[in-house]
């Protein structure tokens, strides 16, 4: 008795005593939920220990243990807790393999529901070396409907019941999340470690970047950029910008948020120039792949060196642009010989590759044909050199044989051009360009799609150029005339698509002869 208050001290008194085991268990809890998150990552032998302890001390139970299945029938992890792991005299080895057909938690683990038995001495089921067991429940953890792990309390001081489970079963399921976070973390961290050496031994840079900015660069993209990786990351969300040259940086800053927003449909390599620390810029080819990491979208870069092959495409394209002009001149120099041989023809071709030309674009050709058509029709009659300069002049009717003299310029054309070597069969061109759908033409009297179209586009452009212009034999009939002619005439001699094309330039959009 406490003589102050005439009450029974503390340590005798019932109600001290429930209060005190409450807070003993509470402070248990404590400790055992600080071990559970303590537990390092990737140390499952300290994490399910943790997991037992904690399942020992909810149920109120004197020992506990943790067992992880394989396919249900084979045991690859086991742990007492500490109190039970004191007491049993079992090697752990032992525990690890087959599963125990006789064990108590082997019947949870086939049934994949709690059991839990009260009297276990009348089960004769004490086994050598284990603690004596007076009580046992055991709870299964389910995973997508299969039993990957069995949790066992034993020896409470009153009987298990349907509440002990219940309160065992969401902490498992809590404790199972961090048993995979675990795995899943020692897997992300042995690729990042596969990653990182493999990048490290790549010729080409090799970056990461995360929605915080550049979080890896190998060495190869250091030299490349000029930076070294801490400078990079030094940058920011966005600050890796100023590597980047200021007339690419709007692009490549542009699809580079778009891509991390996971918009589909975007380039995954292209080229732009690095702007490095000492302010000369260098091309480099980029590729870029989305992934996500640890739930973070990130983008996987591969950076390769294309500034030789950028310098020497420069150097080629301006070769190129110096053969063509040449060849430009050289066409429009023989051009210019047949129009000094027959003064009234002069500026036909030139009007005639112009109009062809514009025909091309309307009808949506391809700029390699249009350029293709245009010096065509620069060259279209070069044939007409083989022709008597007296009869291309003579103001008045030509004889029949005199007209099929004209006509023999289409194949004198092709065999002065067939051995010069243009980046198109420019002869052919020339050949059909008064060939006609219907066969009327010549000199072969082809007749559809026998005609290339380039031939077609030069037959409708020489058409309304000759009707519209003077020619020796009559005055210029006027470009409404030569207009109503091609539309009267198409899809009988001309290709109507042609014609319905060089109307709306004249009709519709103003174009007129040079």
């Not at 943790?66 to 690859?76: G, P, Q, Y």
């Not at 047949?338 to 036909?348: I, K, M």
């Not at 009988?492 to 519709?508: G, H, N």
């Amino acid at each position: 008795m406490d003589p102050r208050h005439g009450r029974p001290k503390c340590s005798q008194d019932p109600q001290c005593l429930v209060a005190g085991d409450l807070a003993r268990g509470m402070k248990g809890q404590q400790e055992v939920l600080l071990a559970l998150f303590a537990a390092p990552p990737g140390d499952e032998d300290a994490l399910f220990r943790a997991i037992a302890n904690l399942a020992e001390v909810l149920t109120g139970s004197r020992a506990a243990f943790l067992v992880a299945v394989e396919d249900e029938s084979r045991v690859v992890r086991s742990a007492f807790s500490d109190r039970a792991a004191r007491a049993c005299a079992v090697p752990k080895e032992r525990l690890d393999g087959t599963i125990p057909h006789g064990a108590l938690w082997a019947e949870c683990l086939r049934e994949r529901r709690p059991v839990f038995h009260n009297a276990i001495s009348s089960l004769k089921l004490q086994t050598s070396g284990h603690i004596p067991l007076s009580r046992v429940l055991c709870v299964p953890v389910l995973d997508r409907g299969r039993v990957v792990a069995v949790c066992g309390v034993a020896n409470k001081p009153g009987p298990y019941t349907r509440a002990d489970a219940e309160r065992l079963m969401p902490l498992l399921e809590a404790a199972w999340n961090l048993v995979m976070r675990g795995r899943l973390e020692l897997a992300l961290q042995e690729r990042e470690g596969m990653f990182r050496a493999l990048a490290e031994q790549s010729l080409a840079g090799v970056g990461l970047i995360g929605p915080d900015g550049v979080v890896f660069a190998n060495r190869a993209l250091e030299n490349l950029s000029g930076y070294t990786f801490q400078e990079i990351r030094d940058l920011g969300p966005q600050g890796f910008a100023q590597c980047i040259h200021p007339e690419d940086r709007d692009l490549v800053m542009a699809r580079h948020r778009a891509r991390m927003a996971g918009e589909a449909g975007l380039p995954d390599t292209y080229d732009f120039r690095l702007l490095r620390p000492d302010g000369s810029a260098r091309w480099v080819t980029l590729s870029v792949t989305r992934v996500d990491v640890r739930g973070q979208p990130h983008v996987a870069i591969t950076v390769v060196d294309s500034h030789d092959r950028h310098e020497a495409e420069q150097v080629r394209e301006e070769a190129f642009a110096q053969v063509r002009r040449t060849l430009d001149a050289t066409v429009l120099t023989l051009s210019r010989t047949l129009e000094v041989r027959d003064p009234y023809t002069a500026g036909h071709q030139r009007r005639v590759a112009d109009l062809a030309r514009a025909i091309a674009q309307e009808m949506g050709l391809g700029l390699d044909r249009v350029e293709a058509i245009r010096m065509a029709g620069l060259l279209h009659d070069i044939g007409k050199i083989g022709v008597p300069a007296e009869i291309l002049a003579r103001p008045g009717s030509l004889s029949p044989t005199e007209m099929a003299l004209v006509q023999t310029h289409c194949q004198v054309g092709y065999d002065i051009l067939l051995p010069v070597e243009f980046p198109w069969p420019i002869h052919f061109y020339v050949l059909e360009h008064h060939e006609r759908l219907d066969g009327s033409g010549y000199p072969a009297n082809k007749k559809g799609d026998q005609i290339l179209l380039e031939s077609r586009v030069l037959a409708v452009a020489d058409v309304v150029e000759a009707m519209a212009s003077h020619r020796p034999y009559r005055p210029a009939l006027g470009i409404e005339k030569a207009l109503s002619t091609i539309e009267e005439e198409q899809g009988k001699t001309l290709d109507p698509d042609v014609v319905r094309a060089c109307l709306r330039l004249f009709r519709d959009k103003g174009y007129r002869l040079p």
